[in-house]
Each structure stands twice: as structure tokens, then as C-alpha cells.
């Protein structure tokens, strides 16, 4: 393949301290769908602003619809204007033309029925342009930014059509987004159907989360601070709490929500990545099998949810009428699309215990949920009370409880809070409080989340990546919520007003403790 004369655009951003990505031909199946362009695109945009794409990268979008390339890349230029203005996009708030200009050049769309096998070979034929050019066959990367039950059936013609061979020092890789199967049994028939086809090294399950900053901090947080290390355990944390909230609804996603519900779209998936990461064992190196290694033993070691009795320790909700941030928000049940007696779960809240020696007694709690007051991700480890008895002679007056928090999304950090003197003649403790925050220290501009996990795949580390084995091991701690829901309908529902931080369900559920939820800030 000849280089290109257009020269990439000055980088910009701490992805220009990376080696560039080596030459591939990305596929990306649902090109014009909302995935595409309102994260992988942009994602890609900022790796192109970066100089973290190679010259001889090509993007071929893969649908059906009778569209022209031009088109098409009119219609992703409009989707990146529209999010550029929202600070994960991309680094300003306009588009750079050179550097969409770059990468609009290496851009073709392809039309073709994703069911019938005589599409794939009219890719392949595409594909084999780009190999015949380069004079030797090149790298692909196949994104399926499609609809789950699409993903066995396009792996199975990929693989038929020859197109997930992988040639001498040519790879071939396959992206998959979640639902990763719907419940333990899916699951399984998911990674058996994805395995006759592709090696597991080839299969990059995606989750997003995994790509902030934050979230790619815990590990170095933990393991490379003397600070930390030695206080993660029992001895030291009382508690942990996990919180996802989000202020949207369902929005134009009804159908795929009606079937799918909060538990199923965010605990085996999002919530349980941060909890792996959070509490699983030192691995033997940073490297990517030993981190999957320790992620999915912890999911093994996850006691399953007792569902029986009057506690059980996960619950659910639905949101009623309310407002959001100010804005009137509807119920659940008047969404379009939505039955009018719908069962569904817009929030979950569980409390889980890890029965290993590190986390005996220790209770993790976790909650999602959507139209909250506030849109929010944190984990927040509370530490154990101090002794008292050396300061009861003080007429000590307050106590403070030891928080450190990691921050998410959106404001990428972590504080720790903790109790100091007020000023004055009494032992008066007050809460104050350490705070990092990313951007303003490291000066890091906003990102999709996708640029990073994108940018891995390119290179094979697969750090950040779900292995087969530990999306089974997370669904077996899921599957007997499942098992017991199926078997009694929800009462009461809708149960916690938009706006607010959720059900009372779920506050019962650390009340039990002596325990209470962080408020969402």
C-alpha cells in the first residue's frame, strides 16, 4: 500500500505520547447507526488528531442501506459537529477539517444485507483491493456495532467467507459490544458460537467504562502507591459502594429496554468490571492474561445473592413522573414504546460479599439507575472508625467518617475525606477534604472513552477486554436474580420519582447494615 501525501495533524493530546497503531483495514458493521457515530467515529477522530493512526489505515462502514460514501461521510461530519460540543467527543468545539479531512480520505462505505452470505464475499473483494495494493495481506479489525442476536450470524459468514483467517504477521481481530448474552445460559452459547469460529485472542468484547482514566488508574492506584496497598483489605475498609446514576430515561431505546431492563444492561458488564478491578488479588504482572486471570477469580469468589425472605440482597425499582435537573420527566411507563404495566427495572441495587480471605465480612454495595438526580459514577471506600478511647478524655466532639472516592464519570478523580481540628478552643473535628481531579492536573482533554480501548485493540492488548470466562463468571452471580424475578412480578412499581436518588428499597437494603448510600452530589 503507498503512503499517504496527507500528512496527519499535529497531535494534541496526551494519545501523542503512544507509538502509532500499525496499518489496518477497520470494518465497522452498523455504520449508520447511533454507536457509530456518536462514539466510534469521534473516537477514531481523536486517535487521527492524535497521530495514533497509521497512514495506511482504511475504514470500510458496512450496512444496508443504499447509501454513497459520500453520503456517509456527510452524515458522520454532522453526527461529530453535533457531539463535539459535548466534552467526552473530542477535544474542542469544532471540528478540525484537516484532521477529518485525513481521515474522511480513508473512509468507504459499503452496502450489503448483514444476513446473506454473497455481502461478505463482495467485502472480501473490497478487502483484497486493499491487500493487492499493499502487496502483501494487511490487518483487520471487524467492529460489530450491531444489534447482539447479529453477532454469532456475521462471525459465522466472516469465518466462512475466509475472513477471520489470520495470515503470516497479518491479524485478524472481531469487536463485540455488550449485551453479552442475556442471561448464564446465552451467555455460554454466545462464547461457544464466537469460539468455533475465532481464537479467544481474536475477540475483543468491548465495555466502555474500561477506557476512563479513573478506571485504568485503580490498578495503579492500589498496587503502586505504599500509601494504599497495605490498608486494601478487611482490617482496614468497612465498606464500598459502587454507584452508576444516570438523569436519562430510556430515550429512543424502548424495545431493546423492555428486554432487557437495569440488571441485565449494567451489573454483569459495567458494575462488576469496577468491582473486579477494585478488589481482586496483586496479579503477577500488568500484562493482560494475569489481570483477566485475577478479575475472574474474584467474580468466582462472589457469594450468590440470597433472593429468598423478606431482605433479599438485590432489589429493583422503576422510575415514575418527576424532574430531572429541572426539565419535566415522564414515567417509565409513558415512554413510547413501553408497556403501560410494565415490570421492567429502571434501577438495582445489590449487596454482595467476596469470600476470600482479603474481603470476608466486607459488604460491597453497588446500585444503578436511570432518571436520578444527579449523573454520576463513583466507587467510594469507606475505611473503618479510629479508636476512641485514646481521645474520650478530649470531650471529643463529632466524628468523621474516612472516605476515599474515585471518580468516574464525568469529573474524572478521587478525594479522600477525612476528620482535622476545627479551629478553636474545643476538639471539634470537621470534614475537609484532598482532591485530584485529571484534567485540571494532567491537563487531559475530554475523550469518548473509546479512543484508548480502540487504540488497543490496533496493538493486541487485550488489558482492558472481557475473556470469555469471566463474562460466564459474572452471569452466574447474576442468574439467580434472574431466577428469582421470573418467578414474582414486582409490586408497587413505579417506585422512586425522576429526580430523585432512587427507591427506598434500596436504602433499606444498607439500612439493615447501619449503613447509608452516599448522596449523590
Known sequence: MTASTTAHPEATSALGRLPQAPPCAMVLFGANGDLSHRLVVPALYNLA??????????????????????GWIQSLREGLERFATDSSASESDEVDPDVWGWLASRMTYVQADLTESDSY??????????????GSPQNRLYYLAVVDRLFGGIVDQLGAAGLTRQEERAWRRVIIEKPLGHDLDSAKALNAKLSATLQEDQIFRIDHFLGKETVQNILALRFANGLFEPVWNRDHIDQVQVTVAETVGVEHRAAFYERTGALRDMVPNHLFQLLSLMAMEPPTSF???????????LLQMVRLPAMEGPSPDVVRGQYGAGSVLGAPFRAYRAEPGVAADSPVETYVAARLFVENW????????????????????????RFRDAPVALLRSCDLQGSVPNWLVLRIQPDEGLSLEFGAKRP???????????????????????????????????IGDATLFQRGDTVEAAWQVVQPVLDAWSERMPTGFPDYTAGSD????GDAL?????????ALP
Do not use: N
Open 424 to 458: 478553636g478552643p474545643r476538639l471539634e473535628l470537621g470534614a475537609v477534604q484532598m482532591d485530584f481531579d485529571y484534567r485540571r492536573y494532567f491537563h487531559s482533554p475530554p475523550a469518548t472513552g473509546y479512543e484508548t480501548l480502540l487504540y488497543d485493540c490496533m
Open 287 to 297: 500484562r493482560a492474561d494475569p489481570i483477566r486471570d485475577r478479575k475472574t477469580e
Open 121 to 134: 464475499i463482495r467485502l472480501r473483494d473490497r478487502l483484497a483491493d486493499v491487500d493487492r495494493a499493499a
Open 502 to 505: 432512587g427507591p427506598t428499597s
Open 510 to 518: 444498607l439500612a439493615r447494615d447501619g449503613h447509608a448510600w452516599r
Open 358 to 381: 482479603r474481603w470476608a465480612g466486607v459488604p460491597f454495595y453497588l446500585r444503578t439507575g436511570k432518571a436520578l438526580a444527579r449523573r454520576w459514577t463513583e466507587i467510594a471506600i
Open 49 to 70: 488528531r492524535a497521530k495514533r493512526l497509521s497512514d495506511d489505515f482504511r475504514l470500510f462502514g458496512v450496512d444496508r442501506a443504499s447509501d454513497e460514501t459520500g
